[in-house]
């Protein structure tokens, strides 16, 4: 269900409005297409706003995660900002994506707080009140996570040339002082080249090493941000048991870890992700993906595991290969297109994986 006037949308749908991935993409660090879309109240611009000095959009919106492993499901809070501004040709884009899972009720923690004065403290990640947990009382009431986008554009001729980099955060170390480095998204982007057989490129770096810090957090430091797992909502960044942002980051169970249900296992990670997309012939599309990456599962397990003695199968990086073949076929015997893809999973963190698939659409005429 939506309605848009003046460059508003209204929104009550599974689909993330805010933000739409290059298909080509290993896809947001926050929200990918890799799961099933989050029911949501959505209310912003889809195009930037006009103005003399800076264009602009904004959204904001409500929604409800599953119940995964929780006594009553939390709610979600998402609201997004992004400015453009064109200075000589280029388009340079700042841009903020706030989410928070509260509310609810945990095996662990019993009932969160959620009225609408704690609906404010959560828009403004602040502590919540007498009537919230001390965990909470003493930190930003809810789980807040997001990421800071940046991106600069540059049309040459019939190119459109894009760099972009994602800077995820988990607390105020990463979203206010950046205290986690150099971890994120680096990608750059070619498309709308005129070559037939090359339409369009993507090549991205993704680094999640640093997260604040091999130390715990504590008074004097701020590590172990931990991506993506919080110690109330043990679940994760998941829906339907997928991650909800980018697919390299895995999920997973261990015993004894989190309640034992599942969370982000592997949240530190090394990868280099290619995309190629063209024409062969007129009426044939073909799209190529490639993706490798090295990974080393996450801060707090790897102290678990070493404090017990144990190995951590992760400890030397596990490398993982992933491939995606598909050619699209168009208008093919009245108005029949057909869609042939295959998809393979190599290495050491998942099983060895062959998929195959074929759509077949027929369009009807007018």
């Not at 997001?146 to 979203?175: C, M, N, Q």
């Not at 997973?252 to 592997?266: C, Q, V």
Request: net charge positive; aromatic share 16%.
């Amino acid at each position: 269900m939506t309605y848009n006037k003046n460059n508003i949308l209204y929104s009550f749908s599974r689909k993330n409005l805010s933000q739409k991935d290059n298909y080509l993409s290993s896809g947001s660090l926050i929200e990918s297409n890799n799961s099933l879309g989050i029911p949501r109240i959505f209310i912003g611009n889809l195009n930037f706003n006009q103005s003399k000095i800076l264009n602009y959009k904004f959204s904001i919106s409500h929604g409800w995660a599953d119940k995964a492993q929780y006594k009553e499901p939390p709610f979600l809070h998402e609201k997004s900002l992004h400015i453009k501004k064109n200075v000589s040709g280029y388009d340079f884009i700042l841009g903020l994506r706030h989410f928070a899972i509260w509310g609810g009720k945990t095996t662990h923690h019993g009932n969160l707080s959620w009225g609408l004065n704690d609906f404010i403290k959560v828009v403004f990640a602040r502590p919540g009140s007498k009537s919230s947990i001390k965990e909470e009382q003493e930190n930003a009431l809810g789980n807040h996570l997001g990421v800071w986008d940046f991106s600069l554009k540059r049309k040459i001729r019939d190119k459109l040339y894009t760099l972009y980099y994602e800077h995820p955060f988990e607390d105020e170390s990463g979203a206010r002082w950046f205290l986690n480095e150099f971890d994120g998204k680096y990608g750059f982007n070619i498309s709308n080249m005129n070559l037939s057989l090359i339409s369009e490129l993507v090549y991205e770096f993704i680094y999640t090493m640093d997260q604040s810090g091999s130390q715990g957090a504590s008074d004097s430091t701020y590590g172990w941000d931990n991506y993506f797992n919080h110690y109330i909502y043990q679940s994760g960044w998941t829906y339907k048991n997928r991650m909800i942002g980018n697919p390299l980051f895995t999920v997973g169970k261990n015993p004894g870890r989190y309640s034992g249900g599942i969370y982000i296992i592997n949240n530190r990670i090394k990868a280099h992700h290619f995309g190629l997309a063209g024409k062969i012939r007129h009426n044939a599309n073909y799209k190529i993906l490639f993706t490798y990456s090295k990974n080393y599962g996450i801060y707090p397990d790897k102290n678990f595991y070493h404090s017990n003695g144990e190995n951590y199968k992760f400890d030397d990086g596990l490398e993982q290969l992933s491939t995606l073949f598909e050619v699209k076929l168009k208008n093919l015997w009245e108005n029949i297109s057909i869609t042939v893809a295959y998809a393979n999973d190599q290495g050491e963190l998942l099983p060895k994986t062959d998929s195959f698939m074929m759509i077949i659409n027929y369009k009807l005429q007018n």
